[in-house]
């Protein structure tokens, strides 16, 4: 037992849960306001489902400003709690406005509706959820002393403890919602009983989870970022815009929130939803494998982009099944699969992009090379819902209070779009992480070079 304690490469349990009762919240929390804001605004609030849509998107077009300023922001702080710690504090206004969206009334006007639910949904993820996924990173690399094999594993068993997490809440929110989500305040009341437990477990990260400062070299070895670096890195990385568009198809793949209405109107019953996710639980152990199958596949970024391909065959069986229960479920798992890597290893795609803006010459930019992604996946996030809410409209879907017949064309395209528009998005997400190989590749001999160069130095002054 000491010898664990003092290796360290030696990961505690107490310390994994501490460290990703963030995610852990954050993964519920999105399963409610990704997976359900669409249909409580359309089928609660009456507003239609293209309109929704539009609010959602436009929102996101502040993203353009916040995220690079949170990135530059975070990569020049220098506090005593550190540089990303601070701002893991930004998740109590992820939960608070959370709970805001979902708190509008039918009965007031179109207009007040739709602004209540653009300034609720921009806090949610352009302000809080921003400065939050911009510190990420930074605040990762700190905690576990830049070390890439802990890093490695957090993703890993710390993924399965995130995904166990949003299964819960994937489970237990559509009984709930069945049977307290009649109206507007009982959809308040749902919400609230998910979001402020959310919340206690949220904040153990920041009080448990502290920075390591040796990571940079003290205060002496502080350097602030410029804007003009992270412009350059916009011109010069092009992995940086490679892991942009992957993270742009996740995003809009997971924030479709088309599920409710697949279940809805073509299975028939929303509290199907929760035997979903518990025919999920079955990738749970697969996780434990993931650093071996990494590591036989050939890297990160090919994993990602086998198990891509996995998931465009399991949208396509989705599609083919239609109201088949076994189909789709067995469909839902291959592509729920092809999101698992992308989800958790996230980091080292970023890892991997701050490693090449020194290859070129750049400062590292822990927290501004996630700026791109960070922008792209929230946009992705929005055009999910306007990919949704503009396909449904086409296919003239009714929106109304409680359960409407749907016109044989609205139905058609909840199948397009629950099934094919994610196997589209796979295709290029599988496109991508070919391309990022490359780079992947060429890390290990230059950081050899790296070390070999810094060994011969004091040799050379002496």
Known sequence: MANKKNDPNHLGFGRLMAWKSSDIAMAGLNVIVLGYLSIYCSDTLGIAPAVVGTVLMVSKIIDAFTDIFAGWLVDNTHTKLGKGRPYELAIVGVMLCSLGLFSGSPAWSNTIKVVWIFCMYTLVFSIFTTLRGAANTPYTIRHFSNNPILIRKVASYGGIITMAG??????????VMSKLATSAGGWRTTVAIFVLPLLLISLLRFFFCKEDPSVDGGDEQFQPVRLNEIFSMFRRNKYVWLYAIIMLCYNISTSLAVTTYYFKYIIGNTAMMSVTSIFSIVLLPLM???????????????????????????????????????????????????????????????????????????????????????????????????????????????????????PASALMMIRIDYSLVPAVLMIVIAACSFAFMKLEKQIPAWEAAQKAKAEAAPAENA
């Open 288 to 406: 434990l494998v993931f650093p071996w199958i990494m590591k036989k596949i050939g890297g990160m970024s090919k994993m990602v982009g086998v198990f891509a391909c996995i998931g465009i065959v399991g949208y396509i069986i989705v599609f083919f099944s239609g109201a088949n229960l076994t189909g789709v479920l067995l469909g839902g798992v291959l592509g729920g699969l092809a999101g698992l890597p992308l989800a958790y290893y996230g980091v080292l795609f970023i890892m991997n992009c701050c490693t090449y803006n020194e290859m070129i010459g750049l400062p590292r930019m822990d927290g501004s090379a996630g700026i791109l992604a960070g922008f792209m996946g929230k946009c992705g996030g929005a055009m999910g819902s306007f990919i949704t809410g503009i396909l449904l409209s086409i296919g003239g879907y009714i929106a109304a209070e409680g359960t409407v017949e749907q």
């Open 166 to 175: 949003s299964m819960i809440v994937s489970i237990l929110f559509p009984i």
